[in-house]
């Protein structure tokens, strides 16, 4: 009987300790906020209309859509896009680095 609490007891203090030895060596990852996008602030454009988009932004790299009811069309820029539903930005989204 004792053997077998004995066992379980071990079984605990080494799960334990093996949680806090990975434990002390996770370390967070900070992102300053806005460096993943450079100097464009998204928030900026959500909600403007494809000719100020293009008034502020330039011309984009390849524009695919409309797709879909309501339709979506997304904008090609070299680091991001932008999605429209109808003429109105719905999102921005930065592309992949890698």
């Known amino acids: 009987m004792f053997s077998r609490n004995r066992n379980g007891v071990a079984q605990i203090v080494g799960t334990v300790a093996l949680l806090l030895a990975f434990g002390a060596q996770a370390k967070p990852l900070e992102i300053p906020p806005g460096s993943q996008a450079g100097e464009l602030s998204f ?3 959500r909600g403007m209309k494809k000719n100020d988009v293009t008034t502020k932004l330039g011309e984009p790299l390849s524009i695919k859509g409309p797709i879909g ?7 090609e820029y070299t680091d991001f896009y932008v999605f429209f539903e ?4 719905l999102h921005t989204v930065v592309k992949p680095r890698g």
Not at 69 to 75: K, L, M, S, V
């Open 86 to 89: 109808q003429d109105t930005v």
């Open 43 to 45: 928030e900026e454009v």
């Open 69 to 75: 009811e309501p339709a979506i069309t997304r904008w």
